[in-house]
């Protein structure tokens, strides 16, 4: 059974640093792998996907890296801002017969300080 | 960009009631799932359905839960009677086998 963890649980920084989030997962099978953003009571923006034949993924001040075979992804947030403020939650995508199910991490609260 | 519609955004409602959750996929999309969340808790898969049948379901997907195509555009999940620890919020989702739009969930208050 894929687990999905995510270090560290709750995140705080400055605004215009560089950070890092950490996604590692058991099961190397994977189809893809997703960043979401979550809003305190909202639903899950998706941020980057990374399929499995790719190492990283980038979009504006978002670089996201896959190592399938060691089974980490980083997600790379440049010059943070407060609106980056948010829970990011990574997800494994599973490659069963007619579903693409997401397994998630239980995310990295992080509080950009202005 | 396309979106994942969901209705009602929040539902109250008593122990032992059934209820409906309504979802609106993406028009060009083939598979479609429902996730929860549990507050404070991880999300987590529930079903998935393709070619008009569900094609995985975990094991939290028992049988008071039901999902539903009635038409070309609607997504529905059934509850058939409500537990205390069925609330939480409900996300759908729809793909095409790659990326996963979800919707902005349906928070279920039941009590």
């Known amino acids: 059974k894929q687990e999905v963890t995510q270090i560290p649980a709750a995140l705080s920084v400055p605004e215009g640093e560089n950070l890092v989030l950490n996604c590692s997962f058991t099961?190397?099978?994977?189809?893809?792998l997703q960043w979401f953003r979550q809003d305190p009571g909202k639903g899950l923006t998706s941020l980057l996907l990374?399929?499995?034949?790719?190492r990283e993924q980038t979009s504006g001040r978002l670089n996201a890296s896959l190592d399938k075979s060691s089974g980490r992804s980083t997600l790379y947030i440049a010059a943070s801002q407060p609106g980056d403020s948010a829970t990011y939650l990574c997800?494994?995508?599973?490659?069963?017969?007619?579903?693409?199910?997401?397994?998630f991490g239980k995310g990295t609260k992080l509080s950009v300080i202005p | 960009e396309p979106e994942v519609t969901q209705t009602p955004s929040h539902q109250v409602t008593q122990m032992g009631q059934e209820v409906i959750l309504r979802c609106v996929p993406i028009?060009?999309?083939?598979?479609f799932y429902w996730y929860r969340q549990i507050l404070g808790q991880k999300v987590e898969f529930l079903v998935s359905?393709?070619?008009?049948?569900?094609?995985?379901k975990s094991e939290i997907f028992d049988d008071q839960f039901s999902v539903e195509r009635p038409d070309g555009s609607n997504f529905t999940l059934k509850i058939r009677s409500t537990k205390l620890e069925d609330s939480a919020m409900y996300f759908c989702?729809?793909?095409?086998?790659?990326?996963?739009?979800f919707g902005q969930g349906t928070r279920l208050t039941v009590v």
């Open positions: 997800a494994v995508g599973g490659s069963g017969a007619g579903s693409y199910q997401l397994t």
């Open positions: 028009s060009n999309h083939l598979y």
């Open positions: 099961d190397s099978a994977i189809y893809n």
């Open positions: 990374i399929q499995s034949s790719q």
């Open positions: 989702a729809s793909s095409t086998g790659r990326k996963a739009f």
């Open positions: 359905f393709y070619n008009n049948e569900i094609s995985e």
